[in-house]
């Protein structure tokens, strides 16, 4: 049962544009979500994260927005650039245990010139 | 120093070899992970530590053993392992409590 969704296995984006990259979750209990970028044969980077009392976290180039009624967050990233290219994971925690992040299936963001 | 290294990077092990996986961070974080990530598919939890006791086991196979031998150090000891439990083995620790983990590189584990 994968509680954390993402249904766009990949995305490819022209440089200077817009990314917006989706992610969907069934468990009403989770209250914080965090986005993780990896590249091959690296560790997930942390890149942004919002709690579920908010709707809207911005960093930089980067802003995730949660749509609690519908169980869905998104990650903008405005402009693109290609070294944005790499596999981008949500990941949702919450409930009984803080320390248990339950990941998404990952989009692989294309950046290209 | 907002590391968190593993060694070793590459490991080849037979199934009836016993070695082990070793994570470092000097963050002060007093939770520590290990997961387990296959080709095209997310990390998978496998062990939490915090405050160097055991907090976490998703039911995983005896055949791996966790310790924390301090709080800045995580081990992953493996015996008898499966050709199916080749994997990136990933270790992250965090502020226990709060929710960011960070992650080492991984250890890319090939069971022979």
């Known amino acids: 049962d994968q509680q954390v969704k993402q249904n766009s296995p990949s995305l490819s984006v022209q440089e200077g544009r817009i990314s917006i990259l989706n992610c969907d979750y069934t468990?009403?209990?989770?209250?914080?979500f965090l986005w993780y970028k990896k590249y091959p044969a690296e560790g997930p980077t942390f890149l942004i994260s919002?709690?579920?009392?908010?709707d809207k976290n911005e960093d930089g180039r980067f802003t995730v927005f949660l749509n609690k009624s519908a169980k869905h967050l998104s990650l903008h990233i405005v402009p693109s650039q290609p070294g944005d290219s790499a596999v981008y994971f949500c990941?949702?925690?919450?409930?009984?245990?803080?320390?248990?992040?339950?990941f998404g299936t990952g989009t692989r963001l294309q950046v290209f010139p | 120093d907002t590391e968190v290294t593993q060694t070793p990077k590459h490991l080849v092990m037979g199934m009836t070899n016993k070695k082990s996986l070793k994570c470092e961070q000097h963050m002060g974080h007093r939770a520590m992970y290990w997961y387990k990530q296959k080709a095209k598919k997310p990390p998978e939890l496998m062990f939490v530590?915090?405050?160097?006791?055991?907090?976490i086991n998703e039911s995983v196979p005896s055949r791996f053993s966790p310790e924390c031998p301090n709080s800045s150090l995580l081990n992953l000891h493996l015996h008898a392992l499966q050709p199916e439990d080749s994997a990136l083995y990933l270790c992250?620790?965090?502020?226990?409590?709060?929710?960011?983990?960070?992650f080492g590189p991984g250890t890319r584990l090939t069971v022979t």
């Open positions: 468990n009403s209990m989770f209250d914080y």
């Open positions: 530590y915090s405050y160097e006791k055991l907090s």
């Open positions: 990941a949702a925690s919450g409930g009984y245990n803080t320390d248990k992040l339950i």
């Open positions: 919002i709690s579920s009392i908010k």
């Open positions: 992250a620790s965090g502020t226990s409590g709060d929710y960011e983990q960070y």
